[in-house]
């Protein structure tokens, strides 16, 4: 099946520094790529959407100046924590919706966890 | 939002199987998926159905979709403690291009 990679798996970074995550589509154009946010034991809450060359669409509620995300091409986006402080810590995943003729995929990165200390 | 429920938790023994249920509200939802996630990584695509499908059948996963109760199963058949996992249902908004997850279901496949 299509592959999904996120990088990196494990992150810990100092309070106040930033980090980035990557997401690639290994074997297909992504139409779109979502980032999401999870927290111990629950569902994913979406954080923002991204399309290639325009800029990301925020869920309320998430600050855009703290989560910047960058959709550089059809096979990339990047996801910066910037300042980041302890109650950012937490699992990101990544998805890229793969449009196959009349089907609509969704495939999901490894995830990455990021602990801030 | 949308709304997905799911059940938080199914317990079976091993060999029996296993039925995840699943509730949505997007009466205009074109797709809808199973994803498996085991612990500490990310989501799986099991399998999905188009929602003029009733149901899918891949090997041992069946899907069952009743549109009108707006009701999603997916049934594992002799389920292997390798299944221990969270399953998520999501359904997909094609016109707000957004998917929209339930809260998951913890199954314990008991030895």
């Known amino acids: 099946g299509a592959v999904v990679s996120q990088h990196p798996s494990r992150v810990i970074c100092k309070s106040g520094t930033s980090v980035k995550i990557e997401c690639r589509s290994l074997d297909f154009q992504a139409t779109t790529m979502f980032w999401y946010r999870q927290f111990p034991k629950k569902s994913l809450m979406l954080m923002a959407t991204?399309?290639?060359?325009?800029?990301?669409?925020?869920e309320q509620g998430v600050e855009k100046d703290k989560f910047l995300i960058n959709h550089a091409s059809l096979t990339l986006s990047t996801l910066t924590v910037t300042s980041a402080h302890p109650e950012d810590s937490s699992f990101y995943i990544c998805s890229a919706r793969w449009d196959r003729g009349l089907n609509t995929e969704a495939f999901f990165g490894q995830g990455t966890r990021l602990t801030v200390v | 939002g949308e709304d997905v429920e799911q059940s938080l938790f199914l317990s079976v023994r091993e060999g029996d199987s296993s039925v995840i249920n699943c509730t949505y509200t997007d009466s205009s939802s074109t797709y809808l998926y199973w994803y498996k996630q085991e612990p500490g990584a990310g989501l799986q695509l099991l399998t999905y159905i188009f929602s003029n499908m009733d149901m899918k059948q891949d090997q041992r996963l069946t899907v069952l979709l009743n549109k009108k109760d707006k009701h999603l199963s997916l049934r594992i058949a002799d389920t292997q403690t390798g299944d221990s996992a969270i399953y998520f249902c999501a359904e997909f908004d094609t016109g707000g291009n957004q998917f929209y997850f339930g809260t998951g279901t913890s199954l314990t496949v008991i030895p």
């Open positions: 991204s399309n290639e060359g325009s800029k990301a669409t925020y």
